[in-house]
């Protein structure tokens, strides 16, 4: 069955930086659209990056742009957020999730099918 893992999630003061990876099985991983979204406590799920199969298009909010880089390994199964100049609104349970088609769309969750169990990530002011 399809598992998507995250970890790397923790504690970090505000300014520094936190590497997430999320570890595919069960599908053929090199062949989805992989997406990171983030859901702070009372506020909906929103959408943080996304990227494409071969890795070579990528999309971000605007609130993360020039802060967070998203990358994939299709050989080890693992899609990456690399999150720099963190700031305490970037505090949120992160979550990645995949989709089968890069389209307009890549910014909404209903589109992807299956996603992880997420991994906490408090940033400290």
């Not at 199964?77 to 609104?89: D, G, I, P, R």
């Not at 209903?110 to 990530?121: E, F, K, L």
Request: proline fraction near 1%; hydrophobic fraction near 35%; charge should be positive.
């Amino acid at each position: 069955q399809v598992q998507l893992v995250e970890s790397g999630g923790g504690l970090v003061q505000a300014g520094g930086s936190l590497r997430l990876s999320c570890a595919a099985s069960g599908h053929t991983f090199s062949t989805y659209v992989m997406g990171w979204f983030r859901q702070a406590p009372g506020k909906e799920r929103e959408f943080v990056a996304a990227i494409s199969w071969n890795g070579l298009t990528t999309y971000y909010a605007d609130s993360v742009q020039d802060r967070f880089t998203i990358s994939r390994d299709n050989a080890k199964n693992t899609v990456y957020l690399q999150m720099n100049s963190l700031k305490a609104e970037d505090t949120a349970v992160y979550y990645c999730a995949r989709k089968k088609f890069w389209t307009t769309m890549n910014s909404i969750a209903r589109y992807y099918d299956y996603w992880g169990q997420g991994t906490q990530v408090t940033v400290s002011s």
